[in-house]
């Protein structure tokens, strides 16, 4: 029997997707499965394919070409304490004693980061290979072409380059997948990926909840998105969108969205974002604003119990339909950049902490295409980080600068309608309280040390003394 090229560990419904889009481009595979019934299935579902099917792992491991390149697709569920251990450990520990040096293991799923480089070094000890490889697209995109975001040595990338290029989404004939860096990179990578990805969803939200306290209709909506779709904000959830609106209850005849249940769910990626941009002093207010918002929907017995008790306005947005779209619009646009912006810094402030070496611009390519994020601006995106490496944010490169000027005054007539109508817009205003905090030379931090100094002697600077000296001032004593 020829050797295989490729071994896929885990044949959920992603993983079944992955191997059949690998085996697609020409690459032998052979696959493991803890339930052997699943693998039978699988194999027996696709006879014309050049797959073999492993009943254990010693049989799996001896079919594959040396160095051996096993990919894992199990759930992770170990969370933000490093020595916590689960599923993807436990076939790392039985994989071992059947590998040989220089053998390459890849963990396809959604891994929390401290765990990847904890398994890169354990691993590099026994003379083996790791990546932490991000992959987004969902079902469809393992099928049909991912964007794919690995991490680790750059010998390991080496390895597998061939296979995640032929597999991957291609824009411009430009494969969505590249090196992102050594260590966790890949996966703290696809992390934010999905934190900008929270964002994104909740500010279309908030567009559509505006949308629908302004009197507009379903049909009405389905075609504000379809339009938007062919303009500057065309990406993939936008499209997604359009088509919620469209879909009918095949029982009832009604829109399908107005019987979906508003509470949102979520696998805990968007929180480990947040609390990674916390301990490494990181400014995600959209991302976070979001993150919350998920977390208030999903009190829906108190937010009803609520509902009547706290005063509010009733909405009554009265404003020309074609005014609200335009200024919704710039709304959105000028949000979402601010999004995109604190993801890319929390990737750059992490990597240099870690020494991975992710590229920016690089990182905006991969997402072009395949993942859920993907989007027309994601090109400009990438063509700001090439233009400057070094980019400080991505406001202030030029192309975005001018959407920003050209959109800040319909963004915050948005905010204010939402505040002075009771229409929560917590991501908007997230995003325009960042815009204006950075671009204030001068905030109300004064204020802040002078406290700390009054309640705790933390000491101070001052604007007329040299940035080196710290000074304490003798507060007058409080009366009893």
């Not at 991969?366 to 990438?382: H, K, S």
Request: glycine share 10%; with cysteine.
């Amino acid at each position: 029997m020829s050797k295989s090229d490729f071994g896929l560990i885990g044949l959920a419904v992603m993983g079944q997707n992955l191997v059949l889009n690998v085996e697609s481009r020409g690459f032998r595979c052979s696959v493991y499965n803890r339930t052997t019934e699943t693998m039978k299935e699988f194999i027996a579902e696709n006879p014309d394919k050049n797959l073999h099917g492993a009943e254990t792992l010693e049989d799996f491991v001896n079919s594959l070409e040396r160095p051996r390149k096993v990919m894992m697709l199990v759930q992770s569920k170990a969370g933000g304490d490093p020595n916590d251990r689960d599923a993807v450990d436990y076939v790392i520990e039985d994989l071992v004693p059947l590998l040989d040096e220089g053998d390459l293991i890849i963990d396809g799923g959604n891994t929390y980061f401290i765990h990847t480089e904890r398994r890169s070094k354990a691993l590099a000890e026994k003379g083996l290979l790791f990546i932490g490889s991000g992959v987004s697209g969902g079902e469809e995109g393992a099928r049909k072409g991912p964007a794919i975001m690995p991490g680790g040595p750059g010998s390991s990338w080496e390895i597998i380059q061939p296979v995640f290029e032929a597999i991957s989404a291609k824009v411009d004939g430009v494969p969505c997948v590249n090196h992102i860096g050594t260590g966790g990179a890949g996966h703290f990578v696809k992390m934010v990926h999905n934190g900008i990805e929270y964002g994104d969803m909740q500010l279309i939200c908030e567009g559509y909840e505006i949308f629908k306290r302004a009197g507009f209709s379903n049909e009405e909506m389905a075609e504000i998105f379809t339009k938007w779709n062919q303009g500057p904000l065309e990406s993939f959830l936008i499209e997604i969108t359009s088509k919620i609106f469209e879909e009918k209850d095949p029982e009832t005849e009604q829109h399908l969205i107005d019987l979906i249940l508003d509470k949102a769910g979520q696998k805990g990626t968007g929180r480990w974002t947040v609390m990674n941009a916390a301990s490494n002093a990181v400014v995600i207010s959209t991302i976070n604003a979001a993150v919350e918002a998920r977390i208030l929907s999903s009190k829906k017995d108190e937010r009803v119990a609520a509902a009547p008790v706290l005063n509010g306005p009733e909405a009554a947005i009265d404003v020309d339909k074609e005014e609200l779209i335009q200024k919704v619009h710039d709304a959105l646009y000028a949000s979402k950049i601010i999004s995109y912006a604190q993801g890319l810094d929390l990737i750059k402030v992490v990597s240099e902490k870690h020494e991975w070496g992710v590229n920016l611009g690089s990182t905006a390519q991969i997402w072009r295409g395949g993942c859920i994020i993907r989007a027309r601006f994601l090109n400009d995106i990438t063509d700001a980080f090439q233009r400057n490496p070094d980019l400080t944010n991505l406001m202030l490169d030029d192309f975005f600068t001018d959407i920003l000027n050209r959109c800040e005054g319909a963004w915050r007539e948005i905010v204010a309608l939402g505040v002075m109508n009771g229409v929560p817009v917590p991501a908007f205003s997230a995003s325009l309280g960042y815009y204006d905090s950075y671009r204030s030379s001068v905030l109300p931090a004064n204020l802040i040390q002078a406290q700390r100094d009054f309640f705790g002697a933390h000491t101070y600077k001052r604007i007329d003394k040299p940035a080196d000296q710290d000074f304490h001032t003798k507060w007058p004593e409080l009366l009893n």
